[in-house]
């Protein structure tokens, strides 16, 4: 338990808020009809995804309850939407908990009748309807995990296309007898290496595009022609280009050092929109067949794939100071927005920086800087460092609920895109592979020392350190490499990745192959990531958080960690929460877990504490298996 009256807890309000008015961008897709036909688009308010559609241009309404299911695995990155509006815009399809079952519905979207179409034990995902809306392709685990299946709109019949080796993603249907779909080996991920394919209702496969250790992925049919768009990285990064039977395979958009993601194309066929990541950030482009790509507005964007609706670009974007918005693109108009009451005012917008770490190699992040940085005295601002999780994720500068309450707080906040992030090209995103703890934990500690010398407001002798997932382990990895840090909180980390392949699930395996390998061969690394293994070298005091419901990463991972931090007589705290699992989006744990760190950094990182108008948590609100002395 640490003292409440150390800080002010006023702020605690508007972390409230801001994980209310949180709309989890990740899981934001929209799908659009033509001819002024609906707009259905997703929302994420604390971990519940529902379905809104919208008509007419107007205010949208709330299609579907918090049964929605929005990623069924968790096991692909290739940014598909996880629904799909039926072509003449009557109907979306969708996956949705039944008894404990992730399945298939659909839902009429004039009246909200539902109706389920797939009832067996096991989980379903990725539905898109045929052109003539007789029939939806799907993704499920019920032949095998990943197998690529068919279901009639009524659900009245069941077709397996595809059960073998590979695991299935992203069905597209060219007509009404094949369609193209992304695929990789179980063995491998969708981040790392996978296929185009053509797939027949026969089941009869036709490799369309597969290059050793090159990821590609978002194919989509160009309207009027059997050609289609896709994205490959054979150049070092993710570009868009467009194939087909009887042509050469062309490129659209390739820069170096840009990444585009899923293309949408407008009805016309002539031009493709994308969402093009540079420099930590995303910005809508329009790609025309014949022409030079154009940005299509100045404002940031979601890495989502946009779509169109009778020639106008739709998108969903958050920005620092306004979480989501549903926007007309084209237009410059919001058709749904999330807004919070008074955060433009309350917010910081974040600067991006770039430093070298070690080997030359350079570093990206954004700096979140308080309220009156630009008066503030040398040293007088304290640091935290958050790096983010997967590894192969990256921070940009969207609506961020924990950077905006640690800078309303007072301290500056650092996130940066360490070695092993997406978005940086391929070289960048494989550079910690078999070599977890090392270049990672380097890019972390690294933004301490550049902060503390390029900005003289900065305290790099004030650090502290959280982050969740892998964020979580490269805390643990950071505070026994560096005394650089005088508190660190990790939530839901890996900290024994030898222990850990035996309690994870089928993706969390599958990542640890890919960024370590194999314990028979490779043991050294796992070793070597584990920050288990370098609890003699941390000394500051560490508090773990974790959800026990937790299946990607499951609470062993803190209980071992906590009991090894026991045995060394180490500083250490362990809280658990009881209903959450890997990540924390419900408002109350999201409101406790960041005020215990909040309460955390206050003790080791402030020297001017509040006018003590604030009161101390009571004792009996502390959960922890030892207390920090």
């Avoid at 801001?18 to 971990?47: E, H, K, Q, T």
């Avoid at 096991?122 to 007789?134: F, H, I, L, T």
């Avoid at 392949?501 to 390998?517: K, M």
């Avoid at 108008?613 to 609100?621: E, K, L, N, V």
């Amino acid at each position: 338990m640490y003292r409440r009256d150390l800080r002010d807890t006023t702020v605690d309000h508007l972390l409230a808020e801001l994980a209310v008015a949180d709309s989890g961008g990740y899981n934001a897709f929209i799908r659009a009809g033509s001819d002024g036909g609906p707009l259905v688009y997703a929302l994420d308010r604390s971990g519940r995804p529902a379905l809104w559609v919208s008509e007419g241009g107007g205010p949208g309404r709330r299609l579907t309850g918090g049964d929605v299911v929005a990623n069924p695995w968790g096991r692909h990155r290739v940014e598909s939407p996880w629904f799909d509006l039926r072509s003449d815009g009557a109907r979306v399809a969708y996956v949705a908990t039944t008894s404990g079952h992730r399945d298939l519905h659909t839902a009429d979207v004039a009246t909200g009748k539902k109706r389920r179409l797939t009832t067996h034990d096991a989980p379903d995902g990725d539905p898109r309807y045929a052109p003539d809306g007789s029939a939806l392709a799907f993704v499920t685990d019920y032949w095998s995990p990943g197998s690529l299946g068919v279901v009639s709109a009524d659900g009245s019949t069941l077709e397996c296309l595809r059960d073998d080796e590979y695991v299935y993603a992203d069905p597209q249907w060219l007509d009404t007898e094949t369609m193209l779909a992304v695929r990789t080996e179980h063995w491998d991920t969708f981040d790392n290496e996978s296929e185009i394919v053509r797939v027949s209702r026969s089941g009869a496969l036709e490799v369309l595009y597969a290059e050793p250790g090159v990821l590609a992925f978002g194919p989509r049919p160009r309207p009027g022609t059997d050609e289609f768009a896709f994205v490959h990285e054979a150049s070092g990064c993710k570009g868009l280009y467009l194939d087909g039977p009887g042509r050469d395979r062309e490129a659209l958009f390739v820069e170096d050092g840009v990444e585009a993601g899923v293309p949408a194309w407008d009805a016309t066929g002539d031009r493709v929109a994308t969402a093009v990541s540079a420099n930590g950030a995303s910005q809508w482009y329009i790609v025309p067949v014949e022409g030079e790509p154009d940005q299509a507005s100045s404002g940031p964007a979601a890495r989502q794939p946009p779509a169109w609706r009778d020639g106008e670009l739709l998108g969903t974007r958050s920005t620092p100071t306004r979480p989501l918005d549903v926007r007309n693109v084209t237009a410059g108009e919001s058709i749904h927005r999330t807004d919070g009451v008074g955060f433009e005012e309350r917010l910081t917008v974040p600067e991006s920086v770039r430093y070298e770490s070690v080997d030359e190699t350079e570093i990206q992040a954004h700096l979140y800087l308080p309220d009156g940085t630009e008066t503030a005295a040398p040293d007088s601002i304290p640091l935290v460092v958050s790096p983010h999780g997967g590894p192969t994720a990256v921070d940009e500068p969207g609506f961020d609920v924990r950077a905006q309450y640690f800078s309303a707080l007072g301290y500056a906040v650092v996130k940066p895109n360490y070695r092993g992030s997406e978005g940086f090209g391929r070289a960048f995103r494989d550079g910690d592979n078999h070599r977890r703890g090392r270049g990672d934990v380097a890019d972390v500690v690294t933004a301490v020392e550049h902060l503390d010398g390029e900005y003289g407001p900065i305290d790099g002798g004030r650090a502290g350190i959280v982050g969740g997932s892998a964020g979580g382990q490269l805390t643990g990895k950071a505070l026994a490499a560096s005394d650089r840090f005088a508190a660190g909180a990790a939530l839901a980390g890996v900290y024994d990745y030898e222990t850990f392949v035996d309690d994870t699930d089928e993706i969390g395996w599958r990542v640890v192959r890919r960024e370590l390998g194999l314990p028979a061969t490779d043991l050294a690394e796992f070793t070597h990531a584990s920050p288990i293994e370098d609890v003699p070298d941390i000394d500051a005091p560490l508090l773990l958080l974790h959800g026990e419901a937790d299946e990607r990463v499951p609470i062993s991972q803190s209980e071992q960690l906590a009991a090894e931090l026991d045995a060394h007589g180490k500083r250490y705290e362990l809280q658990r929460y009881a209903d959450a699992g890997h990540g924390f989006t419900q408002r109350e744990t999201v409101v406790d877990a960041y005020t215990r760190i909040a309460d955390l950094f206050a003790k080791y990182l402030r020297t001017d504490p509040d006018d003590r108008t604030s009161r101390p948590r009571p004792p009996q609100d502390a959960d922890r298996s030892s207390s920090l002395n």
